[in-house]
């Protein structure tokens, strides 16, 4: 029997490899550890197969078990990845002081993120020196499907690309999903004509914020997603859509011309 281009792929698919990095994926800034359990029902994976993942992850530095609990957090060796990884977004220089102008201008923070997993991962974030602004860092992960940021990554995805996530997501979100799916697909026609996504407290109550897409600097760097967000006590939605999302387009405008 002939082989396939797609089998030859397949018999390069290592399995294992993907699913300790799923459970790796399944952790996400701000959250306590996490069990065997928690990491199962978040993966999908049998927790047999998550335990020997756990262990094996744990010996390798990659997770650290608390010896009272026996839950798990992020272990050193994936702090090193992360910032290896950060270094070497040259990106981050470029854009960088573009966004603490705009968080100057506007008195919101402003973030740069790239899809990690079911996940965006903060690559840049900056703040403007007002009183009030969202407190989130460097390496934090948000949700793709809740946050402007992710749903702004979402909608610049091909199609067909942007649906192979959607059952991965449907479990993540399980009995929630039908209302969060109804929500993104509101915000991916939002996306097509507006040009940005929203996120009026569907991730945090208490935090509003709009985004687009950054198309890839350089040749090898990925498209990343670009947000402004504020305290929803100072901005209202109509605040966000007339005040930030014009001069923040303009600004992913500027970004792309530099290409």
Request: glycine residues 6%.
């Amino acid at each position: 029997m002939e082989s396939t281009e797609s089998e030859s792929k397949d018999r390069l698919f290592v399995t294992a490899l993907a699913r300790g990095l799923a459970v790796l994926a399944a952790f996400r800034g701000g959250e306590p550890q996490l069990s065997n359990q928690d990491l199962a029902s978040r993966t999908g994976l049998p927790k047999s197969t998550v335990s020997r993942l756990t262990y094996t992850l744990t010996q390798l530095g990659y997770l650290d078990q608390d010896p009272a609990s026996g839950r798990y957090q992020l272990g050193l060796a994936v702090l090193e990845l992360s910032a290896a990884t950060l270094a070497s977004f040259d990106a981050r220089r470029v854009i960088a002081p573009k966004m603490q102008q705009f968080a100057e201008a506007h008195g919101v923070s402003v973030s740069l993120a790239v899809r990690e997993g079911l996940d965006m991962m903060y690559l840049e974030t900056v703040r403007s020196r007002a009183r009030v602004t969202v407190q989130l860092s460097v390496g934090s992960r948000v949700p793709l499907a809740t946050t402007a940021i992710g749903r702004a990554y979402l909608a610049a995805m091909p199609a067909a690309e942007r649906n192979t996530l959607m059952p991965a997501l449907a479990v993540q979100y399980g009995a929630d999903w039908p209302q969060i799916a109804a929500s993104l697909d509101a915000a991916l026609a939002d996306y097509q004509q507006r040009g940005y996504c929203c996120s009026f407290g569907e991730f945090q109550p208490e935090v509003f914020a709009v985004a687009a897409p950054v198309p890839p600097l350089a040749p090898g760097q990925p498209w990343m997603s670009l947000n402004a967000s504020g305290p929803a006590f100072l901005f209202t939605e109509s605040a966000m859509r007339e005040r930030i999302a014009p001069p923040l387009l303009a600004l992913v405008r500027e970004l792309g011309a530099r290409q």
